[in-house]
């Protein structure tokens, strides 16, 4: 005969797996994680870890596991970062067509005053927060739907980078979704080769503090005509 204990274990556990699943309880979950994530990404990625707690979900799963080497993980990630967004800067996004000038974050020019927020904001909201939800999140609930084969993998990869791009469109308009598919599809696959949160984290920190630095020092302008006059 079960004790209470054991019977409160009981519960708990089937709680936890009707958690994990994609009956109404986990549906309801999702749900609710999307929804938050509407208020502000660190809102969606608090919920995904909260959900995490209750589903009994290791975080592994959501990619918080050791990384295989510190240092690259932190300087390669940094300069991939870095790299990556002056490339997407110079080249890419001129040859999509985008303004020279972020015309949503202008108002960073030279104002030292906003920087600070703007700092934590892409630490908190954006390498943290988007990451929790858009690989991390996504990658688990997707991999869980559709399997883990090679095309499947792609296919996360894919529809994780169209709800990221979506997800800027209200701030930054047409630029910023195109903007934020290739960098979706990019720190997406090297989230599917890693299986590591810190990893894209750093690479998503570097990636939007150099576009700050770019703006702040008033150079945004000139480097994204480097190559195309």
């Known amino acids: 005969m079960l004790s209470r204990a054991d019977a409160q274990d009981s519960?708990?556990?089937g709680i936890a797996v009707r958690l994990q699943m994609f009956g109404p309880l986990g549906l309801v979950a999702v749900a609710a994680i999307l929804a938050g994530s509407l208020v502000a990404p660190i809102v969606g990625a608090v919920l995904v870890i909260l959900w995490a707690h209750v589903a009994e979900l290791p975080l592994r799963f959501l990619g918080f596991i050791r990384p295989r080497s510190w240092p690259l993980t932190l300087a390669g990630g940094a300069a991939f970062g870095v790299v990556f967004k002056l490339v997407m800067k110079a080249i890419v996004m001129p040859l999509l067509g985008a303004p020279a000038v972020n015309a949503t974050y202008h108002y960073l020019a030279g104002n030292a005053g906003a920087m600070p927020g703007m700092i934590a904001m892409i630490f908190v909201s954006a390498s943290f927060g988007e990451e929790v939800l858009f690989r991390g999140y996504l990658f688990e609930r997707l991999g869980r739907?559709?399997?883990?084969?090679?095309?499947a993998r792609a296919g996360t990869i894919l529809l994780s980078s169209a709800l990221f791009a979506a997800a800027h469109y209200h701030g930054q308009g047409v630029p910023g979704v195109e903007q934020a598919a290739i960098t979706g599809l990019v720190?997406?696959?090297?989230?599917?080769?890693?299986?590591?949160?810190w990893i894209v984290m750093v690479v998503h920190a570097?990636?939007?503090?150099?576009?700050?630095?770019?703006?702040?020092?008033?150079?945004?302008?000139?480097?994204a005509h480097v190559v195309f006059y």
Do not use: H, M
């Not at 939007?208 to 703006?215: C, G, M, R």
């Open 187 to 197: 720190i997406g696959a090297i989230y599917a080769s890693w299986s590591e949160i």
């Open 11 to 13: 519960r708990s556990s």
């Open 206 to 223: 570097a990636f939007d503090l150099t576009a700050v630095a770019l703006i702040y020092w008033g150079v945004e302008e000139a480097v």
């Open 145 to 151: 739907l559709f399997g883990t084969s090679r095309a």
